[in-house]
Antibody, heavy 120, light 110 residues
Framework: QVQLQESGPRLVQPAGTLSLTCTISGGSVSRNSWWSWVRQTSGKGLEWIGEISQSGRTEYNPSLRRRVTISIDKSKNQFFLRLISVTAADTAVYYC?????????????WGQGTTVTVSS | QSALTQPPSASGSPGQSVTISCTGT?????????VSWYQQHPGKAPKFIIYEVNKRPSGVPNRFSGSKSGNTASLTVSGLQAEDEAEYFCSSYAGFNNLLFGGGTKLTVL
């Protein structure tokens, strides 16, 4: 059974860079899936950040595209999120998730989420 | 693009039915049959319960059903049970490899 686990700094300075890692266990990042990042802010619901394929192709939320990079390391079975020039508005619970290959545009496996706070 | 619009709260008594709406535009819900619904209990990750508007994955009770009319999708929970108390989110493909989520609806079982 595939499991995902987010990791990374919980506190980021304003104007700094948010960097998170998603580690996949019980399965391979090289599987023919897309791997995504979603965040949840209190009061604003869920927000799709972007996704990456096992071949490294990426798609991003247009509202975040200028600041986001998602990458993948097949040798480590991990994928990554990098968000630059962060502000308090980027404070959120960040989830990594697998995009289902059976159900279009649906995330069928989620990590437990990690809270990132942007503050000095 | 703006997020999909959901009512912030909904409620019902055990055994009753409740419907949660999710309103988008002709560029997302109205144009694609790729609406999903997620259930999230406090402190937990979302879990998908409906995909492609009205399909249920295995293991999800048939008390949960989805539908769509025009630019609005709906999730109906029939025969409410205490464990259905959670927050529910909709999502829709919005074209150009973009995905939108709703703001979430907190369902209370009275």
């Amino acid at each position: 059974q595939v499991q995902l686990q987010e990791s990374g700094p919980r506190l980021v300075q304003p104007a700094g860079t948010l960097s998170l890692t998603c580690t996949i266990s019980g399965g391979s990042v090289s599987r023919n899936s897309w791997w995504s990042w979603v965040r949840q802010t209190s009061g604003k619901g869920l927000e799709w950040i972007g996704e990456i394929s096992q071949s490294g192709r990426t798609e991003y939320n247009p509202s975040l595209r200028r600041r986001v990079t998602i990458s993948i390391d097949k040798s480590k079975n991990q994928f990554f999120l990098r968000l630059i020039s962060v502000t308090a508005a980027d404070t959120a619970v960040y989830y990594c998730a697998r995009v289902s290959t059976d159900y279009y545009y649906t995330m069928d496996v989620w990590g437990q989420g990690t809270t990132v706070t942007v503050s000095s | 693009q703006s997020a999909l619009t959901q009512p912030p709260s909904a409620s019902g008594s055990p055994g009753q039915s409740v419907t949660i709406s999710c309103t988008g535009t002709s560029s997302d819900i109205g144009d694609y049959n790729y609406v999903s619904w997620y259930q999230q209990h406090p402190g937990k990750a979302p879990k998908f319960i409906i995909y492609e508007v009205n399909k249920r994955p295995s293991g999800v009770p048939n008390r949960f059903s989805g539908s769509k009319s025009g630019n609005t999708a709906s999730l109906t929970v029939s025969g409410l049970q205490a464990e259905d108390e959670a927050e529910y989110f909709c999502s829709s493909y919005a074209g150009f490899n973009n995905l939108l989520f709703g703001g979430g609806t907190k369902l209370t079982v009275l």
